[in-house]
């Protein structure tokens, strides 16, 4: 955690999975598996490797270096991290096969308790934690969302897989109802003291410019920081003005660069 805590913010991904070392897998999803780099019997640096490949933001040059061996048996993933830091990562693995599916530049944007002003709720709106009859319509909204951002379409290759994985989701999951009907969803990915993350918000196409998304993500701050989250964090695609402005509207402040990369 000291390792971690050089760059808290960009390793909030690796902090929730160093706390969840030990503890019993989520269900449907593998548990965490980390490697550190070591001087003598110092931790300089830290690689999460399932349930996907994260670089630690503090890591220099010759501790990154050190994990390429081990990145060899790694087929296929996700990559996140800082630009400068997952590009020369990424050309050691492009050059020993890997293809990139998905390669794009994302901002990372954060939130600080009371900074976000008064949201508006739409007349008929309803916000709460999914439930499992939610999960027809919750796997509909994850394959639009994946389709919307030009990622392969889960329902070609593995639908009962791809189902399994959005159950295994809906206890991090809170939902907005319109007049009864399920119109946005939103995920807390990283759930601790030290922050949240915010991950796969969507809103249903016809219920948008509507106030339901500014709504829903409030509601998902609200909840965070009545867990004692110290902030939310969230990115958004580059170049994804809409969503920019939303967030910056909302109170979000731009603190980083990233770059994703689905491999195979």
Not at 18 to 33: I, N, S, T
Not at 82 to 87: F, G, Q, R, T, W
């Amino acid at each position: 955690m000291a390792c971690l805590d050089r760059a808290p913010r960009l390793n909030l991904h690796l902090t929730d999975q160093v706390l969840r070392l030990g503890e019993p897998a989520r269900r449907g999803e593998p548990g965490p598996e980390l490697m550190g780099a070591w001087r003598g019997r110092e931790v300089v640096s830290i690689l999460g490797i399932q349930p996907t490949v994260v670089l630690d933001a503090s890591a220099d040059s010759e501790a990154a270096a050190a994990f390429l061996p081990y990145l060899a048996g790694v087929g296929a993933g996700l990559i996140k991290g800082l630009e400068d830091a997952v590009d020369p990562v990424w050309e050691w693995l492009e050059a020993r096969g890997r293809r990139a599916i998905l390669d794009r530049i994302e901002n990372a944007y954060a939130l600080e308790p009371g900074a976000m002003p008064p949201v508006s709720v739409p007349a008929g709106a309803v916000f709460r934690p999914a439930r499992l009859e939610d999960l027809d319509a919750l796997v509909i909204a994850s394959r639009e969302s994946l389709l919307e951002e030009s990622r392969p379409d889960p329902s070609v290759g593995d639908p009962a897989g791809f189902r399994r994985w959005v159950r295994s989701r809906i206890s991090r999951a809170r939902v907005g109802e319109l007049d009864g009907r399920l119109v946005f969803v939103g995920y807390a990915d990283v759930q601790c003291v030290r922050g949240c993350l915010l991950q796969g918000i969507y809103t249903w196409k016809d219920a948008r410019r509507g106030g339901i998304a500014a709504a829903g993500v409030e509601a998902l701050c609200q909840a965070a920081f009545a867990a004692g989250a110290d902030h939310v964090q969230l990115a958004v695609v580059d170049g994804n003005v809409p969503a920019e402005r939303l967030y910056e509207g909302l109170g979000f402040t731009r603190y980083a660069r990233l770059r994703t990369l689905l491999f195979g």
